[in-house]
Every structure is written in C-alpha cells, then in structure tokens.
C-alpha cells in the first residue's frame, strides 16, 4: 500500500496542485468587512466613509498579493501546463457567462419598466420630468471610443499570437514596440470613456432617486462603467508585463483574459446603447 501511495504521489501530470495559501481566507475577511462597511456608510453611519475606505483598500491589497503569486506560478515556476490553461480558457468564460447573466437581470428590468410602464409613472416612457439624454451626444462619442478600442485591442493580439512568425529579432523588437504601442492605446481609450461617463454624470439632469427611469439608467451604466474600470486595470497590468516579457506566442493565457473580458464590455456597451440611449431617446 505504502509502495502504491509513495508511486501516486511520484507520478507526473500536467495539473497544478495548488500550495496552502493564506489568501482565500483573507479575502474572505475583507469581503465582508467591505459588505458590512458599506452597508454603514449607506445608513450614515458615524465613520462609515473611513471603514469603506479602509476595506477597500484591504481588498485590493489582499487580491494584488494573491495574483502576485498566481503570476509567479505560471510565468515563473512553470505550472500552467497546456492543461491548466485549458481549464483556466473555460473558469474565464464561464466567469464572463455569469456576467452577462448579471447585465441581463438590469436589461431585463428596464425593458420590463419601459415596454409597459406603470400607472405610478403615467403610463408613458421616459416618464414625465424626465428629460433623456440624446444618443447623438457623449453616449455616441463613448460608443465610438469603446469600439475603436476593440480594434487596438485585436490589433495587439494579432501580433502577440503572430510573433512566432518573426524570427529576426529586429522584427521582434518593432513586433514588440508596435505592442505595446496598441496595448497602451486600448487602455488610454478606457480612460478617455470614464472621462466623457463622468461629465454625463455630472451634467444629467436626473439622478439615481429619480424614479425607475434613473435606477435603470445608473445601474447599468454604472455597473458597466465599474466594469470598464476593471478591464482598464485588467489592460494596464497586462501592459506592465508585456514589458517585462512575461508573455509568450504560446503562454499568455492572463492576457487572453483581459482581452476577452475587454470584448465582453463593448458588446455589453453596443446593447446599453441601442436600449438605454438611442431606443429610449427615439420614444
């Protein structure tokens, strides 16, 4: 039996078992600190703001630490087998499903809201006093922006996944520079769209207390805006190692991540646009 457990325990495979780690329990704690913070400083609580505070900043030091070493053991130590990566393709997407199943339950509210609108709101959408946005404006600018995004993001992966070709390393260095030209750009876009949702935030004239019409409208494009500032940060880490070499034509599998994630945002973007702006401007 010992000669059996002792040849398990010998026998190569291509799966990552995981070491102990400390970081499932921490983030656990920080989670909830961050949960029960927030629900104080909703009810005003004295020192809400500086717990927020304090538990966001907890979070994002406990997740910073946690990929630190998921980025050792795949790009340093070797563990993401071919096989890892498979099962990671399929945690990516099926983390990407459970997104959209997030933005359906908001789209599915809005069109529940508009297609038939209550009585308590008059019977007619947008509802009275409220005065919406026009699609021609920022909206139209953001949905041009978040596109051309999507075109330098695709143009980085083309030449990331096509490097393999260009064996010269002059070509490899202007493959590379041409990279992190694209990259950069994405996430400079990213930026400039939280710019332009951050004037139409402060210039609308509705809030969020507004009604079903302003729950609607900030839920989504604020959730989405959320999103659009992970995937930014998503980008710009990418971008950071990209510089440092951790990516290969073969093993970039944190990079196929972030750009699948970026493309999952603009087609979100594509349908928020169409229903929210210019479906509920025509109306």
């Not at 983390?95 to 308590?120: N, R």
């Not at 990279?179 to 400079?188: D, M």
Request: aromatic share 18%; proline share 3%; net charge neutral.
């Amino acid at each position: 039996m010992e000669k059996n457990i002792k040849l398990k325990l010998n026998t190569k495979h291509p799966f990552h078992l995981v070491n102990a780690s400390p970081w499932p329990f921490y983030i656990a704690f920080t989670v909830l600190n961050l949960a029960l913070s927030l629900v104080w400083f909703f009810h005003y609580y004295q020192n809400g703001g500086k717990l927020l505070l304090n538990s966001i900043l907890l979070t994002a030091i406990v997740m910073i630490a946690w990929w630190r070493d998921v980025i050792i053991e795949g790009t340093f130590e070797g563990q993401h087998t071919q096989a890892v990566q498979k099962g990671l393709r399929i945690g990516i997407a099926l983390f990407i499903l459970s997104e959209a199943m997030f933005f359906f339950g908001f789209f599915w509210g809005f069109f529940h809201s508009s297609l038939s609108p209550a009585i308590q709101i008059g019977g007619i959408w947008p509802p009275k006093g409220i005065t919406p946005m026009s699609y021609l404006g920022i909206p139209f600018l953001n949905t041009i922006i978040l596109l051309t995004s999507g075109v330098t993001v695709t143009w980085f992966h083309y030449l990331m996944t096509s490097t393999v070709l260009n064996n010269n390393p002059v070509n490899k260095l202007n493959v590379k520079n041409e990279g992190i030209l694209s990259l950069g750009l994405t996430v400079l876009l990213g930026i400039i769209f939280l710019g332009f949702q951050a004037y139409e935030y402060i210039h609308a004239t509705f809030t969020i207390s507004d009604g079903i019409y302003g729950s609607t409208f900030y839920l989504l494009t604020g959730f989405h805006g959320f999103h659009v500032i992970v995937g930014t940060l998503f980008l710009l880490v990418c971008l950071v190692r990209y510089i440092n070499n951790h990516f290969t034509e073969r093993h970039h599998i944190g990079l196929e991540g972030a750009i699948w994630y970026w493309h999952f945002v603009d087609v979100v973007w594509l349908f928020l646009y169409i229903s929210i702006y210019w479906w509920g401007d025509i109306r």
